[in-house]
């Protein structure tokens, strides 16, 4: 070796020092397989870099977050004039939009955006009148890929569907487009959209004679929408007593939709999002019996992979059932009848003015219920599966926590919650006595908030440095340690690596397949 003993370590090369200097042992350099561009943040060697939006670099890290609730910011309702909330979406992990109607100014029906900063403070753009006259409904959904917002509603006897866009600043200007709409004789008494976050989407509604309908559509950045041929999911006047919900299920990229029938039935049918057609039909599944008098609300909640539907039961109980889709036929219920999770959610109250309920990226579902009686008649649940599909645990399905949010009777549609998968809910009802706000308060879960991404990984970092220097990252093979030859590894949301996929709310991406005990074959979240 140099000098009769150092032979270096294996694997490494022997390099020159240049001019007289002794040469060295050194690894072998990564190659042309390597990137630079400016730090965002301090950046430590060897650790996993991500590439944001603007082009600079960042370390994947994570943030523990505590749980904590925000103060009431009442929305900007015209001054003296009463409201009831009509619904709420989240557009981003910091703003929301929230839509109204001011029953003493014939029943216009306003939106504005809110902003969330610190100690979840809200501060609200200029409201936007987007109906100069009533509507039987309105709901939101946010299109994650476009930006857009879809808004679905009833209006003169008819089924509407257009876009919403927003600009401005801090995203506050709402603009509604009156161009690529759609319009149908259909007479809707309630409805309800769900989509996929990648420009499709699919709506719900009863009609004014008891039928039940589905249709898909899309939309696009600049807030066009399209809407295709419906499908009768429920015969004439007998399944349609009250109102229907629909859901998305992000593992079979299918819709199910939930409604009751005058026989007191819980049904629930799994359809399929077509291009340019009617949704595709599944099996009709008779899920619970129920007292049809009430709300139905159903969602997907992707950590157990079951959906969770809410109802009055037939002894007037606020009851929840959990099923699931057939595993060899998506398009069929499995779980239903004699199957799935089934309790009480809380003993001699249902949903009577007004529900709402979203799946959060914490493992939870929340629902907002006005409630037929009790000292407090609008109340928060949180419930908590404990089992997972195809393994049920009867009764003790789920546990329960109950949140009093306020007395007195709420309006008849006052009620609203949304989730940005981050563990924050805004919480949105209609105060009962003058001036009758609505009111919105965003109520954060703890959790730990991971700045990874489905499609931003971009490789490791090949030095440590700090923020604004150029920092380059190796696009091939990554030096760290504990790895098992072959095992493939995930990212996980502090940085660190796993042979399993994080738990949501981490999204799940692959860091790269390991070649020894410390080097990983890089797999960037883009190839």
Known sequence: GIGGANYGTSGQVLTSGGGSAAPSWADVPAGGSTYSATASGAIAANKPVLIKSDGTLEQLAATNISASTGSTATAPVTSGKYS????????SNTRFIVAWTEWNNNNKIFAAVGNVGGSLG??????????????????????ASTGAIVMFYGKDGALNVRGITLSGSNGTTITVNTSDTFNHSHNPTWGEIDGDGNGKFMITYRRSNGD???????????????????????????????????????DIDKYCTVY?????????RVTTWIYNSAPGDGTEADVQNISHGSDVRVVYEAVSKQFVAVMRSSSNNLQYRTFTSDSTDSTKITGNGSGGGNGTVESGVWLD?????????????YLLGALNTGSYKTKLYTLSPTGTAGS?????????????????????IGIAIDSNDQAGLTVCWGGFANPYPTNVYIDQKAFTLSNLATTNYLGWSDGAYS??????????????????????YYLQGDGSLATTAPAAPVKSVIAGRALSSTKLLIKAAFQ
Not at 84 to 91: A, R
Not at 473 to 487: C, H, I, Q, R
Request: proline share 1%; aromatic share 8%; net charge negative.
């Open 392 to 412: 049920y645990a009867g009764s003790t399905e789920i546990s329960t926590s109950i949140t009093n949010v306020q007395t007195g009777d709420p309006s008849e």
């Open 84 to 91: 009831n909330p009509y619904t709420i979406q989240w557009v």
């Open 353 to 365: 003015q007004g529900s709402d309920m979203v799946a959060n990226g914490d493992g939870k579902v």
């Open 467 to 488: 923020n604004g220097a150029t920092a380059t990252v190796k696009l091939d093979v990554a030096t760290t340690s504990g790895l098992t030859a072959l095992s493939t």
């Open 122 to 143: 809200i501060t609200y753009g200029s409201s936007t009148e987007i109906f100069s006259a009533s509507v039987a409904f309105v709901r939101f959904h946010h299109d």
């Open 260 to 268: 009751s029938n005058t026989s007191n039935k819980l049904y629930a």
């Open 212 to 250: 039940i309908y589905v249709r898909g559509g899309q939309i696009t950045s600049a807030g066009a929408v399209t809407v295709w041929n419906d499908r009768g999911v429920g015969s004439s006047g007998s399944n349609g007593k009250y109102r229907v919900d629909i859901c998305y299920n992000s």
